[in-house]
């Protein structure tokens, strides 16, 4: 009976956060993002927050004639500021995984991705099974995580499993030395080691792959939502908008939208 009473109470505290969240967010895109994960989306030195996922939203949002609003958020609670209303959707190289579409209302993909190891250029880890007996960091409540702990042979090889609340924080322990190896996305680890310059190198074999697509929340507003932003993005696909942002932070046309 007391579970019950409380689960009201829950219910009902998530309805009236809800309730005011949206009202709040007429007329606008809200979107979510751990603001330090480029090149999907991060935070440059002046404050501005940029991206591909960035560039996306903001000509998706052009288009259905909302105003765009990037919202930084913890990244470990990204599920709850979805479903309290905070937040419209969760677009930043977001992993479709089965437990995350089981809760929320997807995209189709639209990029594909790989968990990767990336290590120091001299660390002579070619493979993942080098990484045995090693120490690795990961961030905190991402699909790297669960990558590692799916891959059960990997994850009990490990000496042990630093977590970070971001890529960027786990690479600059990994350039000093205090870990051996980070479990990240491939796609951000390369534009991260293009663009940085900086002493590392991505091992070959993948831990798992990966598709990214954009979370809303599973009610009939958010379906609604979904629906007209993959709409748009098939449109912007069709008449070439897609490929130019692609190839501005890729240098090709990496996008699956549409194909």
Do not use: H
């Amino acid at each position: 009976m007391k579970k019950s009473v409380l689960a009201v109470i829950a219910a009902a505290s998530l309805f009236t956060i809800f309730g005011c969240s949206k009202k709040s967010n007429e007329g606008k895109f809200v979107l979510g993002l751990d603001a330090s994960f480029p090149p999907m989306g991060y935070t440059e030195s002046n404050g501005d927050i940029v991206g591909y996922d960035i560039d996306l939203a903001k000509e998706v949002s052009k288009r259905l004639g909302l105003e765009f609003v990037a919202k930084p958020i913890n990244w470990e609670a990204k599920e709850m500021e979805l479903s309290s209303g905070s937040i419209d959707c969760i677009w930043n190289g977001f992993t479709m995984t089965d437990e995350r579409v089981a809760a929320m209302s997807f995209t189709k993909a639209y990029l594909n991705n790989d968990q990767v190891l990336v290590v120091r250029a001299n660390s002579g880890i070619k493979t993942l099974a080098d990484a045995a007996g090693k120490v690795v960091g990961c961030q905190a409540g991402s699909s790297a995580e669960d990558a590692i702990n799916e891959k059960s042979d990997f994850a009990s090889s490990l000496k042990k499993l630093v977590k970070y609340e971001d890529n960027l924080t786990a690479l600059t322990d990994l350039e000093v030395g205090g870990i051996d190896a980070v479990v990240m996305d491939s796609v951000v680890a390369n534009y991260t080691i293009t663009t940085s310059k900086k002493p590392f190198s991505v091992v070959e074999e993948s831990l798992a792959k990966e598709a990214y697509g954009i979370g809303f929340r599973k009610d009939e507003k958010g379906a609604k939502l979904r629906d007209d932003v993959q709409k748009t993005l098939e449109e912007m696909a069709a008449d070439g908008t897609v490929a130019k942002i692609s190839t501005k932070w890729f240098g090709s046309d990496i996008s699956v939208i549409g194909k």
